[in-house]
């Protein structure tokens, strides 16, 4: 299997945590930039969007949430599960955590394209800051258990947070606070998601590397 991804990318992340989880050992990670359009990504994704999964068969998977559902589905990792559509908190988390993720990643690149304040910008920023406060005031004693639960929710909201610090700063820290903090620091994916850091991804390493990082 080839895994087109970028190293900045949080849905590039989402996926590697979830392969590192799921132990795909046979996995190759292929570094790629989806705004040039190289023509070895656009074979397996026509959008040239990352991630995408191109699997040994000659089938290819794109989006990262179907990614991920395939190799949680396939390895069955004992430290990740699915989403369990029937709990409505688990469902309420992913689609805040998967919205949020889009809008801040969306946020940053409409700015290489359009210059200045403009109101999608606007709308954007808005919305962060304010899912960034509901999250806050419900992750108390009401909303904990369910995210400190291992499944796939709990991953990708710590991977939209982490990208919100990093990407938009001013906004994380006008709006986070002490709860989203101790969800930080509690995370079940804390010690996965160290080993699959912005800095490690920075420097583009084979999956064989990050594996035996994290053992």
Not at 74 to 96: I, K
Not at 129 to 136: F, I, P, S, Y
Request: glycine share 6%; aromatic share 8%.
């Amino acid at each position: 299997m080839k895994l087109y991804l970028n190293e900045t990318s949080p849905f590039s992340r989402v996926v590697t945590a979830t392969a590192l989880l799921s132990r795909c050992d046979a996995l190759q990670m292929v570094w790629v930039d989806p705004w040039q359009s190289p023509s070895e990504l656009e074979q397996v994704n026509p959008f040239c969007m990352i991630p995408a999964l191109a699997l040994n068969d000659g089938v290819s998977l794109s989006e990262s949430l179907c990614i991920c559902q395939y190799l949680i589905a396939t390895y069955q990792p004992e430290g990740l599960r699915a989403v369990d559509n029937q709990n409505v908190l688990e469902v309420s988390v992913m689609g805040l955590a998967k919205t949020m993720m889009e809008t801040a990643f969306r946020t940053v690149a409409l700015g290489r394209f359009v210059e200045g304040d403009n109101e999608l910008g606007r709308r954007g920023k808005a919305g962060l800051a304010n899912a960034l406060h509901k999250l806050e005031a419900e992750a108390g004693s009401a909303g904990k258990e369910v995210l400190l639960q291992p499944h796939l929710a709990t991953l990708y909201l710590h991977v939209a947070l982490e990208y919100v610090q990093f990407r938009h700063r001013e906004i994380y820290h006008d709006a986070a606070g002490d709860n989203i903090m101790h969800f930080l620091e509690h995370s079940p994916f804390r010690q996965e998601l160290q080993t699959v850091s912005l800095e490690r991804l920075s420097t583009k390493p084979d999956f064989k590397t990050l594996i035996s990082a994290g053992v």
